[in-house]
């Protein structure tokens, strides 16, 4: 297997066919770890070989998740001061060069079947049980070069007899009868290479000393493995990780959960419990900790301790994360990260948020407790922006209201009782204490005054505390609404 001394120098090397889904986002997380943890380097490398489906829009999607998911690479091409990602598809001549070599010293050979030949081969296996492992027909060397002059081929890897054995970093021994692996297509007939023939010829020249990807490509691997023996190289090691399923124990899809880490982003998933969640699929700190950071990652990841069995994505215990990460927030950052959004549902400009800052933040520390995704904010606060005479009413709360048949007057000599502390500009601990006294000088119950008040205020049947939302609102807008109140209410 590898030896020690080998530089570490790990890979993420996406299909840029759609955009980061969790599962890439949860490879390339883990090889950044390891990289990060053994002092290596971290590399990405855009795998655009199938162009059919490549686009660039993809990999500029696939780009943009892991910045946002702070995953750093190491090298690249210079763009603008910044490493760009290593592309195969400008790579196309050093695979060529090496196919040549391997046809000329027999590693590799032509095959000139034609589709139809194949496909009577593939109805053979099928009819007759037989395992579907094509059957080299390989031709004499000068015949083979003769025919190339006119007939179409494929590149074949010749695939010894025997045995194919490799330690997974993650499950250990594994080892494949050779027998069931197909002499596989390096090159295509239009000249393209394959997958299998580009990642090794990429993961040896950037000298990748380990391979960590996911379990489906598990079968990829002895034929990878016999290309580095038949090359005289020294494999790297490889690691495969156990798929993401379901809740319903499914490979995870579009239907038991959203795939796109793009997605979660839009919705208003911090980052970090992003990063902290993907941890959790396959890994663990230990027997107890959920919540950790990528530096608890990067300090303890050994790919042993990675599970074998698929994990199963459990969308409610991220949203969970998710608030937890969202309430641990420092308020002044909170308000920044949910400045988009706020900006994104109308309520304001980035300028007005921006000029009112101090504003902004003790509204947003209003739902702090309550919000779990930057997105869920703000629905919350949208009462702080309405014009006064039109809060939303939420029925609930208009009912909650007019529970109370003295509503009207109480709003009313309520008013008149704060009038000359909205003049004055009291604080809300003061308006606070005096409204209970207040409350118990009247002889009313709390939810006589509250319940209708905070409907006028706010609309909502809940949320955070009246005397915070009066001091945010300002006096004018808490006069205004309780005028309005008083015929909205009647
Ligand atoms: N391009 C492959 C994929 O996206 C990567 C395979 C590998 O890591 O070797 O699945």
């Known amino acids: 297997m590898t030896s020690s001394n080998r530089k570490v120098r790990l890979r993420f090397a996406p299909s840029p066919t759609g955009s980061l889904h969790i599962g890439g986002a949860r490879t390339a997380l883990f090889n950044w770890a390891y990289a990060r943890r053994h002092g290596g380097r971290f590399i990405l490398r855009i795998e655009d070989t199938d162009r059919e489906r490549s686009t660039p829009e993809h990999e500029a999607a696939v780009l943009e998740g892991m910045r946002w998911l702070g995953i750093d690479w190491d090298e690249g091409p210079d763009v ?80 010894p007899e025997g045995t194919t054995r490799f330690t997974d970093m993650i499950r250990g021994e594994v080892s494949f009868d050779n027998g069931e692996v197909d002499d596989w297509v390096m090159v295509r007939s239009d000249g ?114 990675v599970s074998k069995g698929g994990s199963i994505f459990d969308p409610e215990k991220f949203l969970w994360l998710a608030g937890e990460y969202v309430r641990a927030s420092e308020v002044g950052d909170l308000a920044e990260r949910c400045l988009p959004y706020v900006v994104a549902a109308g309520l304001a400009t980035e300028a007005d948020l921006r000029e009112r800052r101090d504003w902004f933040e003790r509204a947003v520390a209003t739902e702090q407790e309550r919000i779990r995704l930057y997105a869920d904010l703000p629905a919350r606060i949208a009462y702080l922006f309405a014009r006064d005479g039109e809060v939303v009413y939420d029925p609930q709360a208009e009912k909650n209201a007019r529970k109370h048949a ?39 119950k709390f939810p006589q005054l509250f319940q209708p008040l905070r409907c006028a205020l706010t609309g909502a049947a809940g949320g955070p505390d009246l005397f915070d939302v009066m001091e945010l609102l300002g006096p004018q807008a808490v006069r205004k609404r309780l005028q309005a109140a008083a015929e909205r209410l009647a």
């Open 80 to 159: 603008g001061g910044d490493f760009g990602p290593y592309r195969q598809t400008e790579r196309f001549d050093s695979y060529a060069e090496l196919a040549e070599r391997m046809v000329a010293d027999g590693t590799a050979y032509r095959a000139f079947d034609s589709t139809e030949e194949i496909q009577a081969m593939r109805e053979t296996w099928m009819h007759s049980g037989q395992k579907p492992v094509y059957q080299g027909r390989d031709l004499d060397p000068e015949e083979s070069a003769r025919r190339a002059e006119s007939d179409p081929f494929v590149l074949r890897f010749r695939v």
């Open 192 to 305: 393209t290479p394959t997958y299998n023939f580009v990642v090794v010829c990429d993961d040896t020249s950037m000298e990748i000393s380990h391979v960590m990807r996911g379990e489906e490509h598990l079968t990829n691997t002895p034929k990878q493995v016999l290309l580095y023996e038949a090359l005289g190289l020294e494999p790297p090691s490889f690691g495969h990780f156990p798929l993401i399923l379901g809740k319903d124990k499914k490979k995870l899809s579009k239907r038991t959960g959203d795939t796109a880490v793009q997605s979660y982003r839009e919705k208003g998933y911090p980052p970090e419990a992003v990063l902290n969640f993907l941890c959790l699929q396959g890994w663990a700190l230990d027997d107890k900790t959920e919540i950790f950071s990528v530096q608890d990652l990067i300090g303890h990841f050994d790919p042993a301790d």
């Open 406 to 444: 003295d509503r009207l007057d109480t709003l009313k000599d309520y008013l008149a009782w704060l009038e000359p502390h909205l003049q004055a500009g009291s604080p809300a601990e003061e308006v606070r204490a005096r409204t209970r006294d207040w409350v118990g000088e009247r002889g009313l």
